[in-house]
């Protein structure tokens, strides 16, 4: 008998692309009727720091006072755009958005409000990459605040919970070894393992989203195999253990994890004081810096692909197979949306062979 459930990306972002194929991988599981997402986007995208809220929006539906749906025609209100509504065509599923505004509780009482509303009796959770298991010590650990406030509202709503991770390492966050550890720890089992024909209806969202880990779980379940260069210089190695999904016991996770410390928070503010508390700095304040950094934007011209060239062969020479499209306007500063666009139109054009994406081939 299959429970009816509602799946949450953990992450947002492209964490709801990963949600969506599991919901349909596991339909003998489960009987998937909505997906939750935060509207939390990289800054060449949405150039506000940290995650967008309902009144940030115009063209959500209403279901509840706290429930929100997001439609193909939302759009977030200022400069930015949120990669929420152009994903709304590739889901069989209404696609809720979270607000973190509550903090831990309520956030807790938007997921009691969704399965009321949708009638449901479990909640999936949906992790890509592996860094919702980090204690917070990690030296890699980058983008924890998310995660760890899904999981801890999570606990707090006392609805049934299954913590499912896929694409283990693809974030580039903690180390094999750390996530080996950490897997073994909280007694995983593997549930289910990807394939071509469960992402082909996603495959072409990767044409505009800057999603690396979920883009390279897709590739990875197409059978991509070799080493790719993302953000910041890191290095992932994409191999068969990448389409495996895990399922782990979300209360021991959310235990020995930084969730621990938001079960009580009331506000985002109050997960940031929380998380700066173990870290030094939230995931906000990293964004912050960036903007106050002031980096000069540069329109692609042809001369860029001169540049990209000279750098895809030295990576060719590292033994690099790819680089991610992310890292490649990373490389080339074609920072801001209209900018990132030219760029993937660029090498559409001049370099046809080269574009896989979410890949770039060297």
């Known amino acids: 008998m299959t429970s009816k459930a509602i799946a949450i990306a953990t992450g947002g972002g492209g964490d709801v692309v990963t949600a969506s194929v599991l919901a349909a991988k596991l339909r003998h599981r489960f009987d998937v009727v909505a997906i939750m997402s935060y509207s939390w986007d990289r800054l060449i995208i949405d150039p506000t720091p940290g995650p967008r809220g309902r009144g940030d929006f115009d063209g959500l539906t209403g279901h509840h006072e706290l429930i929100a749906e997001v439609t193909e025609s939302a759009r977030l209100r200022g400069p930015g755009w949120s990669t929420l509504p152009p994903l709304v065509p590739y889901l069989a599923r209404p696609l809720l958005l979270m607000d973190p505004a509550g903090g831990a509780i309520g956030l807790a009482a938007q997921f009691h409000a969704a399965s009321q509303v949708f009638g449901v009796d479990a909640l999936i959770l949906v992790d ?26 999570a606990i707090q709503s006392e609805l049934p919970l299954h ?44 044409n505009w989203h800057p999603s690396e880990a979920n883009g390279l779980l897709c590739v990875a379940a197409e059978g991509w195999r070799g080493k790719v260069e993302t953000q910041r210089d890191a290095l992932i190695s994409i191999t068969d253990d990448a389409t495996v999904v895990y399922e782990v016991d979300a209360s021991g996770v959310a235990a020995h994890s930084l969730a621990a410390d938001l079960f009580d928070t009331i506000s985002l503010e109050q997960v940031e004081q929380r998380i700066r508390a173990r870290r030094g700095y939230s995931d906000i304040d990293t964004e912050r810096s960036r903007l106050s950094a002031h980096r000069e934007q540069r329109t692609p011209t042809v001369d860029t692909i001169g540049d990209i060239d000279r750098y895809a062969h030295a990576a060719s020479r590292r033994g690099v197979n790819a680089l991610t499209i992310r890292r490649v306007i990373e490389l080339t500063g074609a920072v801001g949306a209209n900018a990132g666009d030219a760029l993937r139109d660029l090498l559409r054009r001049e370099r046809p062979s080269n574009m896989r994406p979410p890949l770039y081939l060297v």
């Open 163 to 206: 913590l499912l991770i896929a694409g283990v390492g693809l974030d580039g966050e903690l180390t094999p070894p750390e996530l080996c550890t950490l897997l073994r720890r909280q007694g995983s089992a593997a549930v289910v393992e990807l394939g071509a024909a469960d992402v082909s209806m996603v495959a072409e969202v990767w």
């Open 128 to 153: 890509v990459g592996g860094d919702i298991l980090a204690e917070g010590h990690e030296a890699g650990l980058r983008s924890p605040l998310a995660d760890s406030l899904t999981l801890a509202a």
